[in-house]
């Protein structure tokens, strides 16, 4: 397993500069002064690092610790346990790693040091890189200054010869409690991720200060000259060692580039040296010549069409709890997201530090920054423009420091102030990125994820687009779709917000991976729950299962907006699992950027997320052996080359195989002409699956039996839906296949369960995460199936029962299993068996009476074969008691709450239905899933059209009346800012509608 390295710290336990009264010790002096004398003087500036011993003192302890270093890894503050996180009540802290030990307030970090003589007469700073949150330094008594940034350094002043060579007394207070009342929902301050650490990571040293650090230098593409923006004097300049001859107007220093530079891009990083100097000093930048902008509602990166591939890093370091601070751990992670076919990062809520940047300029890839602000959306102190004019002042310095501090990055291509700020005053922040705009043109702009757009927006990161309409969720059997009706009217580039959100039931054997300073309690919490509920046994099926669907999810999404013309890119929530705000594990690499156990088994997610995407679009991948399956295949290329007419790719079927040729070039950002395959099946196939492949790609395309194959039934098995007929035919030592329903029965549901049920509880009454076969079992020897729930089973499985298998023994194994939230660890099974007293049952959760669907026809043809079969002998007894209490009717607790369903009109507007109307009185909650657009009245005017998922739902009273007539009046709430309440909404029951 991969780690970040340990911060750096001079000295020894034994000689650390300190004795035993925190004071610095002769030998210590001598080597610091011969230290300084090695470094560099002049040019670059000489300096000399501050690491080593500090005495500490907080509230409760006085003591030794290391600079860099924090607290926790001191082992000082409040010591963390299983029982103390138990105490913890704010969800999304307690559904979050674990810092081992926890402070929060103020911490005074002193120490003597002796400033060389070689520093005489200089300008000299104090140089802290990451401090979370404030910092006070203090020299000799006398308060130097304060300084209050998240994401850029702390760095003090003082003026030539101010800090005479000698010992000094140095104190520096550091304060990571909240300021500003900012929310803990951020990942640039906050609980879930970052950990709140106290303490100073990264570069630590006290230098001699060089003007240069200000200089910004703009080098775009194509280009002739460099400008650099510099006060400070006369500039000279080199590049790659080359001299250029320059011009200045005020700031603005022009030199002339004696060649015409490369581009800087993914595909060739091609970097420069610029050698700065003035009055003595130097400053060597690395630079690429790029030029990123928007055009109408595209994004281009040096004139050629840019789609991104995105992920998003939500500061998570499950070791250290804070970030790393060195180039090769961010090229390390860069590395994998490149493997993955990642070209893109947005920084959630937080800035990286210098060493991500260094390495994405040098690897090729882009970066968004944001301020580390995320409101509060109900607490208005917590929001921009909303009175609190401290925040709004932090905010904006914030957004000009991180700019102008890594400005001179090719790899920074983007900037926000945070994300989903649904409640703050987009004109104040869009007044600021118009005055940042002005400035500094040298990346995009984006005042927030979601929710808003503002004028000067450069592109918009969204799943709803303001007056548009919905781009996330749309689900459907086939590919033969895509999102241009809406993507084609935003009038900016609009990229996928935080696309995929599938979990993988994790594997228990991670939580020994945490070994470092951050502990995973609600993990254990949830292991516990998993081997009370006897579902333990079952953790490698859960994850090798809900993996598969994982990769399924991920896949359709991706090549959903791939397929969608207009549509300028994605961001994935993330490659790797979210261990925040109640465990996304949607990643197929743990949190520490390894592979999940089996990911190397599946399809690389690099063939689908690729510069040249191969799509398929088809109406259906479930069809009879008596028809013909076709499709549509395209080359997407979001490459920054162009593809030249004549290149061939590859395409196969079921033993049939051919080439696509283009017949015209492809430009970045275009699709090839669609070419059509098809293929007649003969009939005498048999059921099975097969695979389409293109190029890179490839599908899954399952083949059932002909129309006019064998009957359905078989002899000697009762097929019924009524307990007391199955239980009739049981004690007669019958054979039974029972599809009716169980006490607590549940509906199955093809999506999985989004981010996680603890945090998202109302969208998921069945919160599964795909479901696991026994493809083995002679049950599926006529139904074609793996070991997870692949296209051929979604009709299937949108119209299942689910059951919760209670009381069956240890020994018990479902043949067919859904694969439960890792929050609730049931039992649950679609299709199993058991030897009731002299009778033999199957319980199929699965609608095999539906003559309209050939999935249903073929699983039945499949579980009544083998129920007549000789090899039907269940191994698990039980008892017809059992089968009594698990076919039950329901208990009044246990009514039916309604089946709701959408129907689409011929006019596009959605009518919802209640397929079982609630049968008593009583107060009801109801999601609205997954693509579900209703248009609905706001205290008598209309409302705007809104999306439904993932955020809407309805709660009301229903009374007998209410029962009686079938109409039921709900009253609609969202979490989302962008959806309205609704006063009222009446519905009128169907319960014979059919649930599809």
Request: charged share 25%; aromatic share 10%; net charge negative.
């Amino acid at each position: 397993m991969s780690r970040p390295s340990a911060p750096s710290v001079a000295g020894s336990a034994d000689d650390d500069g300190m004795n035993g009264n925190g004071e610095m010790n002769l030998r210590f002096m001598k080597s610091a002064c011969i230290l300084a004398a090695l470094l560099p003087a002049g040019g670059a500036g000489a300096e000399m690092s501050l690491a080593g011993r500090w005495h500490v003192e907080g509230n409760g302890f006085s003591a030794e610790a290391a600079l860099p270093g924090t607290l926790a890894e001191a082992g000082l503050g409040a010591r963390q346990s299983y029982e103390t996180w138990k105490a913890i009540t704010n969800i999304v802290e307690k559904g979050a790693l674990r810092l081992s030990h926890v402070y929060r307030g103020r911490a005074v970090w002193s120490r003597t040091v002796v400033v060389p003589e070689e520093f005489a007469g200089r300008a000299l700073e104090v140089f802290l890189e990451r401090v979370l949150w404030t910092s006070k330094l203090t020299v000799d008594g006398r308060v130097v200054g304060s300084r209050d940034s998240l994401g850029t350094p702390h760095v003090y002043r003082f003026a030539p010869g101010e800090l005479a060579p000698g010992a000094h007394s140095f104190a520096i207070e550091i304060d990571n409690s909240s300021h500003y009342c900012f929310s803990g929902n951020s990942h640039g301050w906050g609980w879930s991720t970052q950990t709140c650490w106290n303490g100073v990571i990264g570069r630590f040293e006290l230098r001699e200060a060089n003007p240069l650090d200000a200089a910004q230098v703009f080098s775009p593409y194509p280009a002739k000259e460099v400008r650099v923006v510099f006060a400070g004097g006369d500039l000279d300049a080199k590049i790659d060692g080359v001299g250029l001859k320059g011009v200045r107007e005020g700031a603005n220093h022009r030199f002339a580039l004696p060649f015409e530079p490369e581009p800087w891009s993914e595909a060739s990083p091609r970097l420069y040296t610029l050698s700065l100097s003035t009055e003595g000093r130097r400053r060597d930048v690395r630079i690429g010549f790029r030029t990123i902008e928007r055009r109408g509602n595209r994004l281009y990166l040096n004139g050629k069409q840019l789609w991104m591939r995105g992920d998003v890093d939500n500061c998570q370091f499950p070791l250290t709890g804070y970030p790393a601070m060195t180039p090769a751990e961010w090229r390390r992670q860069i590395r994998i997201q490149k493997e993955n076919g990642v070209n893109a990062m947005r920084f959630h809520t937080w800035t990286p530090p210098d060493a991500a940047f260094q390495a994405a300029d040098e690897l090729g890839f882009y970066l968004f920054a944001e301020t580390g602000y995320w409101a509060d959306a109900e607490v208005p102190m917590n929001n921009i423009g909303r009175g609190n004019a401290e925040l709004d002042d932090f905010c904006r310095r914030e957004l000009f420091a991180v700019a102008e501090t890594y400005g001179n990055h090719a790899s920074f291509v983007g900037i926000g102030v945070g994300n989903e700020l649904g409640k703050c005053d987009f004109g104040m922040m869009d007044g600021w990125m118009k005055e940042l705009k002005a400035r500094d043109g040298r990346r995009l702009t984006m005042v927030s994820t979601a929710r808003q757009v503002a004028e000067s927006d450069d592109l918009m990161v969204t799943h709803l687009y303001p007056g548009v309409g919905p781009v996330r969720c749309r689900f459907r059997p086939g590919t033969d779709w895509d999102y241009e009706d809406v993507y084609s009217k935003t009038p900016i580039p609009t990229i996928a917000h935080e696309i995929g959100q599938w979990p993988v039931y994790p594997l228990w054997i991670e939580i020994a991976k945490y070994d470092g300073l951050l502990r995973p309690f609600d993990w254990e919490a949830m292991r516990r729950a998993a081997e009370e509920n006897g579902t333990i046994r079952f953790n490698r099926e859960y994850h090798r299962a809900s993996l598969k669907t994982n990769r399924f999810m991920y896949k359709d999404e991706v090549e959903s907006y791939l397929r969608t013309p207009s549509c300028s890119g994605l961001q994935l929530l993330d490659v790797r699992d979210y261990t925040g705000q109640c465990e996304a594990l949607v990643g197929w690499l743990d949190a520490f950027f390894d592979a999940k156990a089996g990911i190397s088994e599946l399809q690389p997610f690099s063939s689908v997320m690729r510069p040249v995407a191969f799509l398929a679009r088809a109406e259906k991948f479930v069809l009879s052996a008596d028809e013909t399956f076709a499709a549509e295949l395209l080359v997407r290329n979001v490459s920054e080359e162009t593809i030249p007419a004549g290149m061939m790719y590859p395409y196969s079927f079921a033993g049939r195989s051919g080439h696509v040729r283009l017949g015209a070039a492809v430009e970045p950002g275009g699709f090839s002409e669609p070419f059509r395959v098809s293929f007649r099946l003969d009939g005498s196939m048999t059921a099975s699956r097969q695979e389409l492949r293109f190029g890179e790609n490839r599908w899954s395309v399952f083949v059932m039996d002909a129309a006019g194959a064998a009957p359905c039934d078989a002899a000697g098995v009762t097929v019924t839906a009524r307990p007391e007929t199955a239980a009739k035919a049981l004690a007669e030592g019958g054979r039974v296949v029972y599809t009716g329903r169980s006490r607590g029965a549940l509906h199955g549901r093809f999506v999985p369960v989004y981010w996680s049920s603890s945090y998202f509880p109302v969208y998921d009454p069945c919160a599964m995460l795909g479901t696991w076969f026994d493809e083995d079992h002679p049950a599926f020897s006529k139904f074609p199936t793996e070991d997870w729930m692949d296209r051929q089973w979604r009709t299937l499985t949108e119209a299942a029962l689910v059951h919760e298998a209670k009381g069956l023994g240890d020994g018990f194994r479902p043949i067919a299993m859904p694969v439960p939230d890792i929050h609730l660890s049931r039992l649950y099974a679609t299709l199993f068996e058991v030897r009731v007293g002299k009778g033999r049952l199957i319980v199929c959760g699965y609608p095999i009476d539906r003559s309209d669907s050939i999935e249903a026809r073929q699983l039945r043809r499949s579980v009544l074969g083998y129920a007549a079969s000789e090899a039907f002998r269940p191994e698990t007894e039980a008892s017809p008691e059992w089968f009594a209490s698990f076919a039950c009717e329901k208990r009044p607790e246990d009514i039916d709450k309604g089946d709701w369903r959408e129907a689409r009109r011929e006019d596009g507007s959605v009518l919802l239905t209640i397929a079982n109307p609630p049968r008593s009185a009583g107060e009801y909650t109801v999601l609205f899933g997954e693509d579900c657009v209703l248009s609905a009245t706001c205290e008598g005017r209309p409302c705007e059209t809104m999306s439904a998922m993932p955020i809407a739902m309805a709660t009301g009273s229903v009374g007998a009346a209410d029962v009686a007539d079938g109409r039921v009046e709900f009253v609609f709430s969202a979490a989302d800012a962008e959806i309205p309440s609704v006063a009222s909404v009446s519905f009128t029951a169907a319960p014979e509608s059919r649930k599809p």
